[in-house]
Structures are given as structure tokens and as C-alpha cells.
């Protein structure tokens, strides 16, 4: 009852070939059902050189796919146990080990170093333009903040000592002793680019690891506790823009946390505004500075001694 008939290495020879006809259906399926759940075009310059990559890789891993299972069931059909027939066994064979582990050697090493040449364009990038627009992503459980240099487009120094500073208005811990951070300003529920502009972001975590992930924008860097990041883009398509090449009058860039970083980790995100010059300009007038919010603590401070 243990040994296979003939009957049995019939039936699952042909199960097998019946198994590649279907993966291959589900397969033809799936690219004709959720293709549209993928991303829309890429919103930043760096986007298409990701795009590439990504394509010639998803071309590649299917091709292997497609030939290797084709292979592997067709054999197992055609050379299942019948009329007596045994198989051929041998230990090794010199040819067969050279061509299938020198091929794929091949493959990972060209994609490999494709995508090294890929990652170095996307992250070659140079500080010292003051036309980049600097902008500060500070993780913590669980949401995002954003904190721009204002008008002089410098950050000021921060430090986590410094988060209780101002009767807990100091969100993200400004150093209140830099000057150059008195015309920051923090923004918690969205945060504005203008277009065609490079964005240098630098990234910070409060308490954990978390992940800045702007999926439209093809970018993404990890928040690491202790350390400052850095990734940036130029965003090449207001959300106007968007909405229309994605006919949804809804749609909104958003900035995602990519690690899993505790138990809201799913709602940790924040949306991005791309727009015109003109209009971030006139946003970026509307927004309170940090010496603002610091004169409206002391004033209150002020207020409450008087009064004593």
C-alpha cells in the first residue's frame, strides 16, 4: 500500500501538467485583474530610473518563473512512471551544474550592480544648492511632524532634551539658543512642496525605528532613533496634476511609515500638498514661526505670575 502503482505516477503526472496550466491562468488573471492597484506614474524625477529598474527585474524574475516551472512540470508529466519505465539517475553531471549556476551569476550580478548605479544617481545629490528646500520628517509613535527652516531655509539645532521646552509646545525639541531655528515651524496634519523644486528631507526618530515612505515619489528612508538620515527628490507633478492623470478628484500624496513600529502603526501617515511656487509661498506665509509660538508661551507665563 506504500509503493506507487502506474496508476498513481499517471494521476499525478497529469495533476502536475494540470497544475502549470493552472498557475499560468492565475497568473494571466492576475495581470488582467490588479494591474490597476499598482502605483500611477512616478511624481519625482528620480521616479523613472526606479520605474526601470523595477520593471527589468519584475521581466526577468517572470521569465525564470515561466521557464523553470514550465520545465519542471512538463518533466514530471512526461517522464512519470508508466509502462514500466524508470527514470535515469546520475550523481552529477559538469556541463548541467556549470550552465545553471553561472547564468543566474550572471543575471544577480548585472542586476546587482545596475541597481548600485541606480541608487548612486538617486542619491548623488549636493547640499550646498540654497535653492533645495530643507525639510525635517520627525518620527515618533505614531505620527509625523514636519519642520521647515522658514524664510532663511535652515533648521535649526534640535534635541530631544528640549521636547517639554515652552509648556510642551516644543514638539520636536528646537534648541531655542540657535537663532536659526526662531523661524522654524512645525506642521502635523499635512506638509506643502512646491514643484519642480529639490527637496532635501532629514529624518529623525523620537523613540523607535520607523520608515519615511512617499511611495509616488518612489522614495523612501529609514527614521533611525539616534541617527539623522537624509534621502531627497524633486517632485515633478502637483497633486492638481495627479488627480487628473488618475482620474480620482480625492487622491493625495501621502507620507506612510514603512516598519512596523507598534500597535497604530497602520494609521501613521500624513498627506503631501504639491503645488505651484506661488502657492507654497503664499502657505509658507500663513505658517506661525517657532519664535512666535516661544513669544506666545512667555507672554502667557508672563500672565499667569502677574496675576499671582
Known amino acids: 500500500s506504500q509503493i506507487a502503482t502506474e496508476k498513481d505516477n499517471d494521476l499525478n503526472g497529469k495533476l502536475m501538467f494540470g497544475f502549470l496550466v493552472f498557475i499560468y491562468i492565475v497568473t494571466i488573471y492576475c495581470f488582467w485583474a490588479y494591474t ?5 506614474e512616478s511624481a519625482s524625477e528620480h521616479g523613472e530610473k526606479y520605474d526601470t529598474l523595477l520593471w527589468v527585474s519584475f521581466a526577468i524574475i517572470l521569465f525564470a518563473q515561466t521557464l523553470t ?6 518533466f514530471a508529466f512526461k517522464y512519470r512512471g508508466i509502462n514500466n519505465r524508470k527514470a535515469y539517475f546520475f550523481t552529477h553531471n ?30 548623488n545629490f ?11 520628517l520627525y518620527a515618533q509613535q505614531w505620527n509625523w511632524k514636519a519642520r521647515y527652516g522658514g524664510e532663511d531655509n535652515v533648521l535649526g539645532d ?28 512645525v506642521v502635523t496634519q499635512e506638509f506643502h512642496l512646491p514643484v519642480n523644486r529639490k527637496v532635501i528631507f532629514k529624518m529623525r526618530s523620537q523613540d523607535v525605528l520607523h520608515s519615511a515612505y512617499m511611495p509616488h515619489f518612489r522614495a523612501q528612508m529609514n527614521a533611525v532613533p539616534g541617527m539623522l538620515t537624509s534621502f531627497y527628490f524633486t517632485p515633478n507633478k502637483t497633486t492638481d496634476e495627479m488627480r487628473n492623470i488618475t482620474k480620482n478628484p480625492e487622491f493625495d500624496y501621502l507620507l506612510l ?8 502603526h497602520y494609521n501613521m501617515q500624513m498627506n503631501i500638498i504639491v503645488e505651484s511656487e506661488e502657492k507654497y509661498n503664499a502657505w509658507l506665509k500663513e505658517q506661525p514661526t517657532f519664535f512666535a509660538e516661544e513669544a506666545s508661551v512667555d507672554k502667557e507665563l508672563k500672565e499667569i505670575v502677574a496675576s499671582n
Open 36 to 40: 490597476k492597484v499598482l502605483l500611477p
Open 69 to 74: 516551472q514550465a520545465v519542471l512540470h512538463y
Open 94 to 123: 559538469n556541463k548541467l551544474e556549470l550552465v545553471w549556476t553561472v547564468i543566474p551569476a550572471i543575471i544577480f550580478f548585472v542586476l546587482i550592480i545596475y541597481g548600485m548605479v541606480t541608487w548612486g544617481q538617486i542619491m
Open 126 to 136: 549636493n547640499e550646498d544648492n540654497e535653492d533645495d528646500l530643507v525639510i525635517e
Open 158 to 185: 534640535a534635541n530631544v532634551r528640549f521636547l517639554n521646552d515652552f509648556d510642551g509646545k516644543n514638539s520636536v525639541g528646537i534648541d531655542s539658543s540657535d537663532p536659526n531655528g526662531m523661524d522654524d515651524f
Open 257 to 264: 511609515c514603512n516598519k512596523i513600529c507598534g500597535a497604530a
